[in-house]
T-cell receptor, first 111, second 116 residues
Framework: AQTVTQSQPEMSVQEAETVTLSCTYD???????LFWYKQPPSRQMILVIR??????QNATENRFSVNFQKAAKSFSLKISDSQLGDAAMYFC????????FGAGTRLTVKP | GAVVSQHPSWVICKSGTSVKIECRSL??????MFWYRQFPKQSLMLMAT?????????EQGVEKDKFLINHASLTLSTLTVTSAHPEDSSFYIC????????????FGEGSRLTVL
């Protein structure tokens, strides 16, 4: 099964600044999907951004963008113009038949 | 987007009793559902994958006799924690996929189980 690694347990960013969350993954499959999810204190999983592995173009969703390096199996998330509401746990995930998650990164946004 | 509902959202039970958690897809047919367990400040750990009409596939280390999963219809999967013990206390999250291997997962709100 695929594995996902997030090496940053905690990150902090100043409001309006940019922050990048790191993620690496490992899979033997050629067809898979990568995700970033946000989990606020309510624990509801919120999809932030999705990337199909067969697409070379990096996905973007408003202030959120990814840097997808397929050869390096790297999938980082960049949050621009950080807002207080962005504070949450962020999980990187890989889907191929099932979804596996990284350990998560707790993001703090300082006013 | 599609909606997945979990019930109950919070349950407290006595040690030795069984607890059932329901996961329903409200506006789509879920061919596959996944059950996760999340301990405080930790990640979501996949427990099992259930396909409608067939036996669930459990991850290594997950006791299938302890965590009974039933996916009897395209809109409902249930997780029953049998003979619950305090160490089973956790947050359980289900997710559903509507079909195909597109990675389009929809998550329930989660169920917090506390075993006294």
């Amino acid at each position: 099964a695929q594995t996902v690694t997030q090496s940053q347990p905690e990150m902090s960013v100043q409001e309006a600044e940019t922050v990048t969350l790191s993620c690496t993954y490992d899979t033997s499959e050629s067809d898979y999907y990568l995700f970033w999810y946000k989990q606020p204190p309510s624990r509801q999983m919120i999809l932030v951004i999705r990337q199909e592995a067969y697409k070379q173009q990096n996905a973007t969703e408003n202030r959120f963008s990814v840097n997808f390096q397929k050869a390096a199996k790297s999938f980082s998330l960049k949050i621009s113009d950080s807002q207080l509401g962005d504070a949450a746990m962020y999980f990187c995930a890989c889907f191929n038949n099932d979804m596996r998650f990284g350990a998560g990164t707790r993001l703090t946004v300082k006013p | 987007g599609a909606v997945v509902s979990q019930h109950p959202s919070w349950v407290i039970c006595k040690s030795g009793t069984s607890v059932k958690i329901e996961c329903r897809s409200l506006d789509f047919q879920a061919t596959t559902m996944f059950w996760y367990r999340q301990f405080p400040k930790q990640s979501l750990m996949l427990m099992a994958t259930s396909n409608e009409g067939s036996k669930a596939t459990y991850e290594q280390g997950v006791e299938k006799d302890k965590f009974l999963i039933n996916h009897a219809s395209l809109t409902l999967s249930t997780l029953t924690v049998t003979s619950a013990h305090p160490e089973d206390s956790s947050f359980y999250i289900c997710s559903a996929i509507s079909g195909g291997n597109t990675g389009e997962l929809f998550f329930g709100e989660g169920s917090r189980l506390t075993v006294l």
